[in-house]
């Protein structure tokens, strides 16, 4: 091979990266709040769940079926019930998180909080997932996080989130951060959405659409009963994008409905 053919080799195996890029109509289910994961389900292509409490056996397991595993963990909040809580230095941490007790939001701009996030997507990485799904890197907005985070603060670290990410041959979504998404769409390799649809929010994940990345969306219900009454409406409804990987779930409770 040629000097110039080996540069050019080179240069595109920097600049389009080796880790797992997803295409936009898988098939997928979020498992992250589930003990008991079914490996042998059928027609699912991307599994989210949890980076620490899923043993590593299900996560071969799910390789071996030629699945794609997508790891879980918060890069916004320190949770207490984690082993890497106590790492957090006090002048990392913010509010609580009003929503979720026992998680308290940290401060991004924080280099040891940084160091611990390199450290949970290293481990991503020694465990074979295929991407992650770090969550609540929107901090910012509506200052919810306490610190007086700035939008260029949260697009900052949500870029060193993905520099990391494919640093360790890792894909990385987006989760939620809407405002964010125009300027975040060239670094992430897909993105995670909560009930966008209550917000009437879907449609601002064009971006996404226009470059052919999926867009994997939890529709919630607060019953699986509610689900099934409600799929159809969901499914068909003008707020939702046809380009919009949309699962319907409840929270916490092993089942889901597609469109």
């Not at 609540?136 to 919810?144: E, K, L, R, T």
């Not at 670094?187 to 052919?212: L, Q, V």
Request: negative net charge; hydrophobic residues 35%.
């Amino acid at each position: 091979m040629s000097q110039t053919l080996v540069l050019l080799s080179l240069y595109f195996s920097f600049t389009q990266g080796s880790w797992w890029r997803p295409h936009q109509h898988m098939y997928w289910n979020d498992v992250i709040s589930e003990h008991h994961i079914n490996t042998g389900v059928q027609g699912e292509e991307v599994f989210v769940l949890d980076l620490f409490d899923v043993p590593k056996s299900i996560i071969d397991d799910l390789h071996r079926k030629g699945k794609k595993v997508v790891c879980y963990f918060s890069a916004g909040t320190k949770e207490d019930w984690r082993a890497d809580a106590s790492k957090f230095p006090r002048d990392g941490l913010g509010d609580p998180n009003k929503d979720w007790p026992g998680e308290t939001w940290v401060d991004i701009r924080n280099s040891h909080v940084r160091r611990i996030m390199r450290d949970r997507i290293s481990y991503a990485a020694s465990r074979h997932c295929d991407g992650v799904d770090p969550d609540n890197v929107d901090g910012w907005a509506q200052n919810q996080a306490g610190l007086h985070l700035t939008p260029a603060d949260q697009l900052d670290y949500n870029r060193y989130l993905a520099r990391e990410a494919h640093g360790h041959g890792l894909a990385i979504g987006l989760k939620n951060d809407v405002s964010q998404l125009s300027d975040l769409v060239g670094d992430f390799d897909f993105a995670i959405n909560e009930s966008c649809m209550n917000y009437h929010e879907c449609g601002r994940y064009k971006p996404f659409f226009d470059a052919r990345k999926p867009v994997f969306h939890i529709q919630y219900v607060h019953s699986t009963t509610e689900g099934h009454q409600k799929q159809h409406e969901i499914c068909s409804s003008s707020d939702r994008p046809h380009d919009m990987n949309t699962i319907i779930k409840v929270k916490t409770v092993n089942w889901k409905l597609a469109c």
